[in-house]
């Protein structure tokens, strides 16, 4: 292939079946008796030293053993180190340590271990467990402590404490403290390869900030590299995600233009100092993004002649054997040698959560560790054949693999180990000390406190489990036997791949429904795909006619005439076209998708989520309706009469539905008035007729008879003439709190009977972010709630209560992150923010944002398109929340600050505002989580997460006081309000005498 051609894409299944992969790697699996018995005995001469080298400083794994992740202490302990150390005021820190320490029983904990890390950490976390007991409120124990030892002492105990756990875990806190401890410890030649620690990056300070600390580091390295060979000097590992705010799929064309730059800058310092230069391993959906920056930068003529360049590769990946494939190909291509990391994976827990909200149809990664255990050593195994071109790099604490690769190898040759600093040195002790020709090279973590949380954590998480090789290999009652045990017997047929526990995204919800079907942006070939779909199904919008006063009147009519069939209809036929609408909907994606788009202005992100959610409406009502319509519920009684409590249809139904979620939300209140069997007439946003009428459409086409499903677009005065319409049995109305008003009041003013409203109107939905928060976290959620949807959800955040001792960094960082979102086309997948719904709300916004400008802060003020209604995010610091008075329906957050001893203060600021719909809160303390949900009736909240997007059946959505009536959507206690209730009581000893009394034998 010539040199200027266009490079390969990287073309893998992005999540393939976990059995064929088992099939081919158990056949590929070479293995011989004598081969198995020489790996058994290394491996048990590993463990024998694991579990006899429990050394006075201490180890890692001595406090992974002492404090398992499966005791209290042990999850108390993580939630600890996470978060206390950014904590920059007592009071708050003073809460949290008994908060945590309340969750164990430090001062009771029994040390097993003799080193010295141990020993100290325990100590000073029992003295504070012992001053600090349970059950006592902060104030109280402070209180009491001022006569004892004082809260200084107990806060500084359990810093301390923290603070040596970290000091484990890091080589330094800045790398010139890292390149002096690694001289004084590597008398003996070890190598090492530096981590610079920290989040990804979040804002463009935030990448440069990461760009200058690598590029000093690289600096520093080499000034001390010494002239020892390429293979043998050390190294530096680089995150991708760290080097730019927004490394993600959709930002493929900025990403490649601003990030590549950058990292083949790095890589020319890396190569001048002839160093080690690894890209580091990101999530699933971002691996294709990294190799194409990692190739872009391969392909760079001034790095030609210089082997120190490479990639980490996660065996837990279904990919990773492609990955090592695809980079091989490279190095043909380029003629270059590279060195490839093999790791087993980080981010395990973090992908099946991402795969089962996404909806896809299977996990990038592998559910069972034997699988991940398994492919590791078929990668290993490729790797050693690739070996010269590619220098293979085996990253493990698990004896057991450790001698399976040394086994695979055959010699000593062109590969080495590695280990993370404060962990494995028995494991490679032992081995070096039986083969002194073996290389173990040291990866060391580098950075303050503030950057070691995530990194601990991870730590924590990955070698603190039961199930993890280091707990097991720790615990003297595990038999050595049980650790030698191969993945393939573990595993067993290839049928049993999976994790038997853990479902398959679309069945997250069985055996009651199937979860909807979404997509992965990072699957390059399945994004592509629906992009094609989307723009093969775009036509041009039909102009929609609106309805007459007498249209609307002659619709109720209809529908009134259509009731009596469909209300006697089988609740099991009502649910089949339900079924069937959501089969169509997941059919016909493209084509909604296309509606939105080009109807409502959203963007791909929104449309996806918006289809799925419609689905998920559909099958959720379906299954509940099953359950409640059916023969009913027999209640008890006397002997001799059977009572039974069921539910029918109430009449005609009006379903008025806003602009938002001019699919999701339409089809919602459509779809449950029909499962209680109702009649509907449905009357959708003036602003999106075309997405309602294609929904009636598929409706009609799933079973729903025209007569029971009447369809009446117009304005406001059209809903008014509904809503006073005679026979009209009931309203569900989803919109603004004066428009519910409204309708509340011309039903109340009707003769006849008095029929149900059902509202979901906004709010100003708040956050409070205390001291304990971790600022990217919030960061990702505020932006996301704020401003994802040009902020036109009812959910969306609008007053941001930001703890004042941490609102300098948190507001800046949310400013930052919002600056780099993307205004435009919401045709293109890259776009985050499209327009707002129309000029009219454009004008109010704008109006808004002026008024905001003289009179607030302005912490952020982005720029948008001047053609079309777009409105750019802002971010406004108010001194008081009382400037706040009423919702404002687009992308402008407000920000207040609050002292942490006014909580109560800021909850009755809240409470007071009558709104209740939606709450967040981001806090590691459980007591103050508990404070304010006690506090604050809100509909839905929302704990160190976004406040959007309710999942149907899993998060119920819905508010109460100014924010609605209730029962909540996509809840069990919505449809029951759409029906009657009808009790059939029978004297069934009417006939003669209570024959099935008399029937009864002693």
């Given at each position: 292939m010539p040199p200027d051609s266009p490079l390969p894409a990287f073309d893998a299944a992005y999540a393939p079946d976990d059995a064929t992969l088992a099939a081919a790697l158990i056949a590929a699996m070479p293995r011989d008796p004598a081969g198995e018995a020489r790996i058994d005995t290394t491996a048990t001469g590993l463990i024998a030293a694991i579990r006899a080298g429990d050394h006075h400083l201490g180890s890692v794994e001595a406090m992974l053993r002492e404090y398992a992740l499966s005791t209290r202490e042990g999850l108390a302990l993580m939630v600890l180190a996470e978060a206390l150390l950014r904590v920059p005021d007592a009071a708050t820190a003073d809460a949290f340590i008994e908060d945590r320490l309340g969750q164990g029983d430090f001062a009771h904990h029994r040390i097993k271990s003799d080193a010295l890390l141990v020993n100290a950490s325990a100590w000073a976390l029992g003295l504070s467990a012992r001053v600090v007991q349970a059950g006592d409120t902060p104030q109280s124990t402070l209180a009491a402590l001022a006569k004892r030892i004082g809260a200084p002492a107990v806060r500084a105990a359990t810093r301390q404490a923290m603070r040596l756990l970290g000091n484990h875990f890091v080589l330094g806190e800045t790398i010139d403290d890292a390149l002096a401890r690694a001289q004084a410890h590597g008398a003996g030649g070890a190598r090492y390869s530096y981590d610079m620690l920290g989040e990804g990056a979040r804002t463009q300070a935030d990448a440069e900030r990461y760009y200058a600390s690598y590029a000093r580091a690289i600096e520093a390295i080499g000034r001390t590299a010494g002239n020892a060979p390429l293979q043998a000097r050390p190294g530096i590992s680089v995150k991708l995600s760290a080097l730019h705010p927004r490394f993600e799929a959709v930002s493929h064309d900025r990403v490649m233009r601003e990030l590549t730059p950058r990292l083949i800058e790095l890589a020319r310092q890396a190569k001048h100092h002839d160093l080690g230069f690894t890209v580091d391993a990101e999530e699933a959906d971002r691996l294709e993004l990294s190799l194409e920056v990692f190739a872009a930068c391969l392909a760079d003529p001034s790095l030609k002649?210089?082997?120190?360049?490479?990639?980490?590769?996660?065996?837990?990946?279904?990919?990773?054997?492609?990955?090592?494939?695809?980079?091989?190909?490279?190095?043909?291509?380029?003629?270059?040698?590279?060195?490839?990391?093999?790791?087993?994976?980080?981010?395990?827990?973090?992908?099946?959560?991402?795969?089962?909200?996404?909806?896809?149809?299977?996990?990038?990664?592998?559910?069972?560790?034997?699988?991940?255990?398994?492919?590791?050593?078929?990668?290993?195994?490729?790797?050693?054949?690739?070996?010269?071109?590619?220098?293979?790099?085996?990253?493990?604490?698990?004896?057991?693999?450790?001698?399976?690769?040394?086994?695979?190898?055959?010699?000593?040759?062109?590969?080495?180990?590695?280990?993370?600093?404060?962990?494995?040195?028995?494991?490679?002790?032992?081995?070096?000390?039986?083969?002194?020709?073996?290389?173990?090279?040291?990866?060391?973590?580098?950075?303050?406190?503030?950057?070691?949380?995530?990194?601990?954590?991870?730590?924590?998480?990955?070698?603190?489990?039961?199930?993890?090789?280091?707990?097991?290999?720790?615990?003297?009652?595990?038999?050595?036997?049980?650790?030698?045990?191969?993945?393939?017997?573990?595993?067993?047929?290839?049928?049993?791949?999976?994790?038997?526990?853990?479902?398959?995204?679309?069945?997250?919800?069985?055996?009651q429904r199937q979860n909807s079907r979404g997509i992965e942006f990072g699957d390059r070939a399945a994004l592509q795909r629906l992009v094609s779909e989307i723009d093969a199904a775009r036509r041009p919008l039909p102009r929609i006619t609106p309805a007459t006063p007498e249209d609307a009147a002659a619709a109720i009519v209809a529908a009134r005439d259509g009731f009596a069939d469909w209300s006697r209809t089988p609740a099991d036929t009502r649910a089949a076209a339900l079924v069937r609408a959501a089969d169509l909907l997941e059919q016909r994606r493209a084509n909604f998708i296309a509606l939105l788009e080009d109807e409502a202005g959203k963007t791909l992100d929104d449309c996806v989520a918006e289809v799925r959610e419609a689905v998920d409406y559909c099958r959720y009502y379906a299954t509940e309706g099953r359950r409640l319509f059916g023969d009913g519920v027999v209640l008890p009684g006397p002997t001799g009469e059977r009572n039974t409590l069921r539910l029918r249809g109430r009449g005609v139904f009006v379903a008025i539905s806003p602009w938002n979620f001019p699919l999701a939300i339409f089809l919602g209140q459509v779809t449950a008035a029909l499962m209680a069997g109702n009649a509907v007439v449905a009357k959708p946003a003036e602003q999106t007729p075309v997405v309602a009428e294609a929904a009636v459409r598929l409706l009609h086409e799933s079973g729903v008879p025209r007569a029971a499903l009447q369809l009446v677009q117009g304005d406001g005065a059209i809903g008014a003439a509904l809503v006073a319409h005679r026979d009209v049995a009931g309203v569900v109305f989803t919109g603004s709190t004066e428009v519910a008003r409204a309708i509340n009041r011309a039903l109340a003013a009707k003769d006849g009977p008095i029929v149900p409203l059902i509202a979901e109107t906004g709010g100003i939905n708040t956050m409070i972010v205390d001291a304990t928060a971790l600022p990217e976290q919030v960061a990702d959620d505020v932006v996301a709630s704020a401003f994802r949807s040009a902020g036109q959800r009812c959910s969306a955040l609008r007053l941001l209560f930001v703890q004042d001792d941490v609102a300098d960094r948190m507001i800046e960082m949310i400013a930052g992150s919002a600056r780099e979102l993307t205004i435009g086309d919401p045709r293109d997948p890259a776009t985050h923010i499209g327009p707002v719904i129309d000029a009219e709300a454009k004008a109010k916004l704008d109006a808004h944002a002026a008024k905001m400008t003289r009179e607030a802060s302005v912490q952020f003020a982005g720029t948008a398109p001047t053609q079309g209604n777009y409105v750019a995010p802002h971010v406004f610091e108010l001194r008081d929340a009382s400037h706040l008075t009423e919702e404002v329906f687009g992308p402008i957050l407000h920000v207040v600050r609050y002292k942490a001893s006014d909580l109560d203060d800021v909850l009755a600021t809240i409470a007071r505002s009558g709104y209740a719909l939606t709450l967040g809160v981001q806090s590691r303390i459980d007591d103050t989580v508990a404070r304010i949900v006690d506090r604050l009736a809100i509909g839905n909240v929302y704990v160190n997460r976004n406040i959007i997007g309710a999942v149907v059946g899993a998060q119920p959505f819905g508010g109460s006081g100014l924010s609605g009536t209730g029962p909540k959507a996509g809840g069990p206690h919505y449809l029951p309000r759409f029906a009657l209730e009808q009790t059939l009581s029978i004297n069934t000893a009417a006939a003669g005498g209570n024959a099935a009394l008399l029937s009864e034998q002693d």
């Open positions: 002649g210089w082997d120190g360049y490479g990639l980490a590769v996660q065996a837990y990946q279904k990919r990773a054997s492609a990955v090592i494939d695809h980079v091989d190909a490279l190095a043909q291509r380029f003629d270059r040698r590279l060195m490839l990391r093999l790791v087993k994976g980080a981010y395990w827990d973090t992908e099946i959560k991402r795969a089962q909200e996404r909806g896809l149809d299977d996990y990038p990664v592998f559910t069972r560790k034997a699988m991940t255990d398994l492919n590791y050593l078929h990668c290993a195994d490729k790797l050693l054949r690739l070996r010269p071109r590619i220098f293979p790099q085996f990253a493990s604490h698990n004896a057991l693999t450790v001698a399976s690769v040394r086994e695979l190898a055959g010699d000593s040759d062109g590969y080495e180990f590695q280990r993370l600093h404060g962990m494995g040195e028995a494991l490679y002790a032992r081995l070096r000390a039986e083969h002194p020709e073996l290389e173990c090279r040291i990866y060391a973590p580098v950075g303050g406190h503030r950057d070691l949380l995530a990194y601990l954590v991870r730590r924590l998480l990955e070698n603190g489990a039961n199930s993890s090789f280091v707990a097991q290999a720790g615990d003297d009652t595990v038999p050595v036997a049980e650790l030698l045990r191969r993945p393939e017997e573990i595993i067993g047929a290839p049928n049993d791949a999976r994790h038997p526990n853990i479902p398959l995204p679309r069945d997250l919800f069985q055996p």
